[in-house]
Structure formats: C-alpha cells, structure tokens
C-alpha cells in the first residue's frame, strides 16, 4: 500500500526547491516540507502524464508544485484511487515495436499533411487574404530593397518605354486591379540580371536584365511570366506555407530551438524548394499561354533564360568547380533550365 512519496516542493512563484514528502490520506493529499505543509483534494492537483522516467509534477490549487521521480508511486496512487493511469505516451514508449509499425503511417502522413495539405490551405487562404494585408507585405518587401544594394534605375525612359506599355495593357487585360505598379532598379552584383514579382501587384526588373535581352518579345516573356507569379499570388502562398511548416515542425519537435532547429529546419529547406520550383512551373504555364494566345515567338523565353544563364555561369562565384556549381543548381528554387524550355517547345 503506498503511503508516502519523497520529492521536492516549489512555493508558488518561486524557484527554491524544498526537499519534501507528499502523503495520502483517502482523497485527501498532504505535502509536508520543514515546518510546513500543503493539503489538497486529489481531485483538484493536475497531474502531468507519465513519460519516460522524466520527473512527475503534481501542480496544486494555490500555485504550488511537487516534483518526485517516484513514477511508480505515483502510478498507484491514481490506480488505488481509479483517478488515472500512467498514461498512453508511456504505454507507447513501453511497447516499442508498437512505436516503429507506428511510425510508418505517421511519417506518411505528415509527409503528405506537407506537401499536399499545407498548398491546398495555404491557396485557400491566400486567396481571401484582404488587400490590405497584400499591399503591408509589399511595402514592407519593396521598402527593404536598398538594404540588399539594390539602387535607383539608370535606364533611360526610351528603354523602359517597352515594358512600361505592356505591363499597363496586360493588367488592364487581366484585371490584376488598380494597385498594379513596374519598377526598375540597379542591382547589386548578387542579384544581376532578374525579376520579382511583389503582392499585390508589383513587378520589378533589374537594368542588367532589360540590357541582356536582345528584343522585345524576350522582355515580353519575362514579364509575362511574373505576372502568372501575381495572378497565382505565389508569394503570399509561400508565406503562408511557411508560417504553416513552421507550425508544423514545431509541433512535432515541441522546441525548434538549438539542436532540434538545425535537424527540423532540413525537410523545411526541402519542401520549401519543392514548392518554389511548382511555383515557377505553375508562371510558366500562365506565360506560354498568354504568349500563344498573343501570337509572341514561344522560343523568346527559353532564349532569355539561356542568356541568363550563361550569365551566371561566367559570373557565378563557383565558376569552375563542377562539383559546386552542382549543388548550387540542385538547390536551386527554380526548375533546369532544360525543363523549363522544353515546355515552350510545344505549341
């Protein structure tokens, strides 16, 4: 018959541990420490489940707390009293061949909870997001551009005058709304030739890509293909995978802090690039279509493309280490630059 218990006890608000010994007396519990003690209805103590052979905690009702590694005492006393068990998770941890059938399915479905779940809400959610938020998400991105090194334009308006007309026509045809705004900046080195889309409506081009390309119908392209990136609202999509991802991981590792971060942070890297190349895939169907509906040169995107990559093949800082420039393009957020063209190789 269990009568007492060793452990410690903790006075409300504070951090001093007391040795101390908790006893039962019907449904009654005393914990006695020095000259002192503490008494409580069994009923009114929340008693944290059992795991492992981590400490039990029993909280009482005015902010106390007694801590015991007497997991077995414990477990009799609530057994005796038929108010509790020990416990599933330690029911689980004991039968631990039960765990690893487990496992399987639950990796799976977490597995699938991230990479087909979290899109599906993340498109739903995205999509009802007010214009309010769209529009805080791009000042704040577009704000923080000179932080990156990014400079105001130096292309004349002759140059920009292209672009300019097309990407009012395009909006006003798509109806992307009244916020619509392209903008032109110097870049920084690491940046180069590019473009970005930014919710809720914005476009931006480097002056190094509008001077790579060799005509219009390749600028075209470009921009065609951003415009899909708005049009799908790619980046409030991602945002919203994120913070769903984080939620996720956190969950499963309960503290994604110091060691656990690093391990947790692995398939978020992954699936986070998954989800970008899907992404970019998705803008390439919208610009193939809209440029066969318009009658451009299909053969105008892969071209600027392959520009741009033999750009940073010449101006990449692993230029000349295979191995390197390898995994540089293996993580990268974009599809091969194959793979993107041969899809406007099909009418």
């Known amino acids: 018959m269990w009568s007492t218990v060793q452990g410690v006890w903790f006075d409300a608000g504070q951090s001093r541990a007391n040795p101390a010994t908790l006893s039962l007396n019907g449904r009654s519990v005393t914990v006695r420490y ?168 914005i476009v931006v081009f480097t002056d190094e890509l509008v001077k790579l390309a060799k005509t219009d119908d390749e600028l075209y392209a470009v921009l065609v293909h951003e415009l899909g990136h708005i049009e799908h609202r790619h980046t409030l999509r991602h945002v919203v995978q994120g913070a769903l991802l984080a939620f996720i991981l956190v969950a499963i590792t309960g503290d994604a802090t110091q060691i656990s971060s690093a391990v947790a942070s692995v398939p978020l890297i992954f699936v986070e690039l998954g989800f970008s190349r899907e992404f970019e895939r998705e803008a390439d169907r919208f610009a193939h279509r809209l440029m066969r509906d318009e009658g451009v040169p299909l053969r105008a995107f892969p071209d600027i493309l392959l520009r741009m990559e033999t750009y940073w093949q010449e101006h990449s800082p692993f230029a000349g280490d295979e191995e390197e420039a390898g995994w540089s393009r293996y993580l990268s957020t974009h599809p091969t630059t194959e793979e993107r063209a041969a899809l406007f190789k099909t009418p």
Not at 52 to 74: M, V, Y
Not at 173 to 197: D, K, T, V, W
């Open 34 to 201: 020095g000259d002192r003690s503490e008494r409580a209805l069994l009923a009114e103590l929340d008693i944290s489940p059992r795991l492992g052979n981590t400490p039990r905690r029993l909280s009482f009702p005015g902010g106390g707390l007694f801590e015991t590694q007497a997991n077995d005492a414990i477990d009799r006393m609530l057994t005796s009293t038929g108010t509790g068990h020990a416990g599933w998770l330690h029911w689980l941890e004991s039968k631990w061949h039960i765990a690893l059938l487990l496992a399987v399915p639950t990796a799976a479905c977490l597995w699938f909870a991230a990479t087909s779940g979290v899109p599906a809400i993340a498109r739903l959610v995205a999509a009802q997001l007010p214009d309010s938020v769209t529009r805080a998400i791009g000042e704040q991105v577009t704000g923080s551009l000179d932080e990156f090194g990014f400079e105001a334009t130096q292309l004349t308006q002759r140059e920009r005058a292209f672009l300019n007309g097309e990407f009012a026509r395009l909006t006003a045809q798509l109806r992307m709304g009244e916020h619509c705004e392209l903008r032109f900046y110097a870049s920084p080195a690491s940046i180069g030739p590019n473009a970005f889309a930014v919710p809720p409506c």
